[in-house]
């Protein structure tokens, strides 16, 4: 069923979380269809077979979770785990809740609140840019958007923190990681049932009025996205803004260009999501037998695909491994693609766009202190857990 394969690919190795990409690039050349021969799980690397996974939800089913670990019988499907004609539905439905109107709406806010968090670090000769910025803007939008007060987003984020983690060469989520789900789910089930009670200007307010009517969103399938919008929201663009940083560290020339000419950090933030994107990969359940590159992938199984891999496959993108502003990334599938293109995906890139234009100003000519560095290791999220420099 397999053919000879030159490489191993552990998902879950800390190694791997460090630098990803030289393993991709041998997944791509070497396996391009790699069906891991103790696990079972499969991998597709190159961009064409990532972007015709996407498009093919019939084969490549949503239904089984958005990671390997097999995923909780008891817990409603979210969105992302979600196929036609239901997806189509509940799409539908958060969409009108999560207009570009809506999102737009938040610019200013988000530009006082990253003014805010920076003002300190103007007598700092050093910060943590993950703890002190990165981790902390992201949580005050979508806590916002959702209506959570302040005094309560900081314990809402270690839950969503802990539910990533794992252990060296383990698949499993953590037990701390497990008693961070649950208490999200107790939090916005409150949180739900008092928006029923007594509705406001949020977006769980909004959603609640979207189902209105013959096709009422569900008790479940609103807390499913309010899940969904707390993690995706949050860890996602907290990993952006810290692999933006990490990255314009190495190659200053880019950071030059963007501090000679703030109107170019738009286009920074798209090469950066294609160079070191935050969701490396996504989860599917395959409904038949697949076979491609000389390798069938076994219905029933499941598999990555390696977003992190496809926007560096060098068939698609020339210079892949160098960060270039200047080039045009339309394309790249750090938000997916098709019908499960992220519905967060403007409101991520405003926030790194504006989050970055106050704060560069700021760092200057910033040094990064690479022994301080952490990582998150998780397979499916790649950035930074504390990412310190020193502001020169």
């Known amino acids: 069923m397999t053919a000879n394969q030159p490489v191993r690919f552990d998902p879950f190795a800390y190694e791997i979380h460090e630098d990803p990409y030289p393993l991709y690039r ?9 069906l891991d021969p103790e696990h079972g799980f499969w991998a597709l690397s190159r961009d064409d077979d990532v972007r015709a996974a996407l498009n093919n939800t019939l084969t490549f089913s949503s239904s089984g979770g958005i990671t390997l670990e097999r995923r909780a019988e008891a817990v409603e499907p ?20 999560f207009t570009p109107k809506r999102v737009a709406a938040l610019e200013d806010p988000i530009r006082w609140l990253s003014a805010e968090l920076i003002k300190p670090f103007r007598d700092r000769d050093s910060i943590d840019v993950v703890g002190d910025f990165a981790a902390r803007l992201p949580m005050a939008v ?7 007060p302040r005094a309560e987003q900081d314990e809402l984020r270690g839950h969503s923190d802990a539910m990533l983690h794992r252990e060296p060469g383990d698949s499993q989520i953590t037990p701390a990681g497990i008693d961070g789900a649950m208490k ?45 919008l707390l993690i995706a929201g949050n860890e ?25 000419d703030p109107t170019r950090i738009a286009a920074g933030v798209e090469e ?11 989860a599917r359940l395959l409904t038949r037998d697949v076979t491609l590159h000389g390798v069938t992938l076994p219905q029933g199984s499941k598999g990555l695909l390696l977003f992190g891999s496809a926007n560096r496959d060098e068939r698609r ?56 560095l952490e990582r998150v290791h998780s397979a499916n999220v790649r950035g930074f857990s504390r990412l310190p420099v020193r502001i020169v």
């Open 26 to 34: 041998r997944l791509r050349d070497g396996a391009p269809a790699y």
């Open 317 to 372: 993108w020339e210079r892949a491994d160098e960060l270039d502003i200047t080039r045009n990334p339309a394309g790249h599938l750090a938000f997916g693609h098709g019908i499960h293109h992220c519905l967060g995906a403007g409101l991520a890139r405003l926030e790194a766009r504006v989050a970055l234009e106050t704060l560069l100003p700021v760092l200057g000519e910033y040094e990064i202190d690479h022994d301080g």
């Open 272 to 282: 950066v999501l294609r160079f070191d994107t935050s969701t490396q990969s996504l």
């Open 236 to 260: 996602t663009t907290t990993k952006l803004l810290g692999n933006a940083v990490f990255w314009l560290h190495a190659f200053p020339d880019q950071r030059a260009k963007l501090l000679a």
């Open 142 to 148: 979508i806590s916002e958007m959702l209506g959570v």
């Open 78 to 97: 979210m969105l992302i785990e979600t196929d036609p004609p239901r997806h189509t539905r509940l799409r539908g439905l958060v969409s009108r809740a």
């Open 184 to 228: 999200l789910y107790a939090y916005f089930e409150h949180l739900i049932t008092d928006r029923r009670n007594d509705p406001g200007g949020d977006l769980v307010s909004a959603l609640l009025a979207a189902g209105e009517g013959d096709t009422d969103l569900t008790h479940s399938e609103i807390l499913g996205f309010c899940f969904l």
